[in-house]
Every structure is written in structure tokens, then in C-alpha cells.
């Protein structure tokens, strides 16, 4: 009969454990008498992208043998030139809209030279971050003047107050304009006290907007189109065109080592860079580029830093 077979199967069923235990046994000893293989490890926090400043070149993390990043310079991350000089006396980090035409302006310095001396390759491509020397090489960057200057007083009127005897103005501002300056070629232009540079006027317009340290930064002089520009000092053209977004067709003087002006909104230049020009010249013509009216905006800046002209222009 069949139960007859029953208890020689359920005998043979304590024996499937037993061979399970040699199988995994013998897995054991082949895995231990085998090469040991990493498993691949799971980076939890994602692909690890460079720390990127902006206009900065991303390098690889951790390379042996690389120099250490300067002070506040993520690791693996290339320092912009320069970084090293970051807020000493002398050099200037490159902000946001910044060209080397502002650079200059703002740091009182002829932009070719800023060029000359940092080396530069390509002036029009400079990195937000960037430290610039502004000071010649071998220079100190401590040596600044402290003279003070004296206040004049400057009338502020609306841009449509009535100007008196405009005509008489602007025939005795041309025949200024035209007429020889009787300096000798050398030595006249540049002062031996930097703070010692004999001012006028750029404009005979009424004043309508007075200095701002933080919008105008100079003085509005109202006019009409076509009025002549004239230069307040003696000085070397350092810029001439309107590549300086804000003051439409601008003209920068360099006076010394001190000393810069600034003539915008004019209709037409009648100079070139790196010509010589004397107090009284006419260097352009008033206008309106880039402003809503026809203005002479007009700015000084001694070491770079706008100073109220009414400081230094002669009283009216």
C-alpha cells in the first residue's frame, strides 16, 4: 500500500538543512580564498561642483602638491589675480560694471597706465574680484595729500531761471576759448604742490545741481547745445569717448598726481587722448548724451575720490 512509503520520506526531510550549511560553507571558504574586491561607495551628498567666484576659473579639489589658497579662497578654487593684495594701500578690487576706464576713474590713475601696470593682456576682460595695482610700481601707496582746500560759495538755480546776458557770455567765453594761453611748453602744466593747480570754470551756465557725494558726484551746469566745454586746469587728456555707461560723451583730464576732471554729456569731443591741454581750452561741445537735457555735468577728483568743485573753482 503507499502509507508504507510515508515515513522513509519524512525521514529524509531533517537532511535538507545539513546540505544548505555545506553549500554555504563552501561559499564561504572560495570567498575568502579570492581576491578582495571594493564595493563602489555611495556619495550621499551629490556630485561636488567648484566653488565658482564670479569671473573665477574652477580647479580641481584636493590636487597633491598645489599651492594653498590664500586667506578666504575656497580649497581648489584659483585666486583671481592679485587676490593676495586684497585691501592693502594701493590696489583696487574689481567690482560689478567695472571697467578700466571707471578704474581709473575712481582711483584718480590714467586708465592706459592702470594697464601697464598690472600687466593686463586684454583690458576689456577683467573678473569681479580682481585686485588691480593703482599706484605705480615702487610707489607708496601711503603718500597722500592732506591739504585742505577752501569752500566757495556756488548759487544754485533751476535749470530754467533766465540766464543774464547770455550772449555777452558766450562771445566772451569763445574769444577765452581761442585765444593762446602764454605758458612755457614745460613745467607750467604740472604744479610743484599738487594741491596748488589754478582752477576756473568750465561753463559759464548757472549751476543747477550742486554737489553729491553719493549720486552727482560733481556739479550741474545748465547751457545750451553747443555751448564750448572748456578745460578748468592745465592737464593731459587721459579719456576721450563714451565708453563710461552714465556720462554719455565724456572727456577726463589729468591734472598731476592728484587731480582729475571730468566734462560729460557733451555733444562733440575736440580732443584725443594723450594730447595736452591748457586752462581756457575749448575741449567739447555741451550737450545731452546720455542725460535728459543739455547740461554740462562736471566733476573733480583728487586721489580718485569726487571732492566738491565749489571747493575749488574761483567765486562767480
Given amino acids: 500500500m503507499a502509507s508504507i512509503s510515508t515515513p522513509a520520506a519524512t525521514r ?60 578666504g579662497v575656497p580649497e581648489g578654487v584659483k585666486p583671481l589675480p592679485g587676490a593676495e593684495n586684497a585691501g592693502k594701500p594701493g590696489f583696487y578690487t574689481v567690482k560689478p560694471g567695472d571697467t578700466m576706464i571707471r578704474v581709473g576713474l575712481e582711483t584718480g590713475q590714467n586708465w592706459k597706465d592702470l594697464i601697464k601696470w598690472n600687466n593686463l593682456d586684454n583690458p576689456n576682460v577683467i573678473e569681479v574680484g580682481q585686485v588691480l595695482r593703482v599706484v605705480p610700481p615702487g610707489a607708496d601707496p601711503n603718500a597722500v595729500a592732506t591739504r585742505g582746500v577752501t569752500a566757495a560759495k556756488v548759487d544754485v538755480k533751476p535749470l530754467d531761471a533766465p540766464r543774464a546776458a547770455s550772449g555777452a557770455s558766450g562771445v566772451s567765453v569763445a574769444s577765452a576759448a581761442s585765444t593762446p594761453v602764454a605758458l612755457p611748453p614745460a613745467a607750467a602744466a604740472t604744479p610743484r604742490d599738487d594741491d596748488d593747480v589754478n582752477w576756473q570754470w568750465p561753463a559759464t551756465g548757472a549751476v543747477v545741481a550742486g554737489f553729491d557725494d553719493v549720486r552727482s558726484k560733481g556739479l550741474s551746469i545748465s547751457g545750451k547745445a553747443g555751448d564750448p566745454v572748456l578745460a578748468a586746469a592745465d592737464g593731459r587728456v587721459v579719456y576721450a569717448g563714451s565708453g563710461l555707461r552714465g556720462y ?20 562733440a569731443l575736440l580732443v584725443k587722448e594723450d594730447q595736452t591741454v591748457r586752462r581756457g581750452q575749448k575741449i567739447a561741445e555741451m550737450g545731452s548724451s546720455d542725460s535728459d537735457r543739455v547740461l554740462l555735468h562736471f566733476e573733480i577728483r583728487k586721489l580718485g575720490r569726487p571732492i566738491d568743485p565749489a571747493k575749488l573753482l574761483p567765486p562767480r
Fill in 12 to 71: 529524509r526531510r531533517p537532511a535538507r538543512p545539513r546540505s544548505i550549511a555545506i553549500v554555504l560553507a563552501a561559499l564561504v571558504l572560495a570567498a575568502c580564498s579570492s581576491p578582495k574586491i571594493k564595493a563602489p561607495v555611495e556619495d550621499r551628498g551629490g556630485p561636488r561642483a567648484p566653488v565658482a567666484t564670479a569671473g573665477g576659473t574652477p580647479g580641481a579639489q584636493g590636487t597633491p602638491g598645489a599651492t594653498p589658497a590664500p586667506l
Fill in 248 to 267: 554719455g560723451n565724456l572727456v577726463i583730464l589729468k591734472h598731476n598726481s592728484t587731480f582729475l576732471t571730468a566734462y560729460a554729456h557733451n555733444q
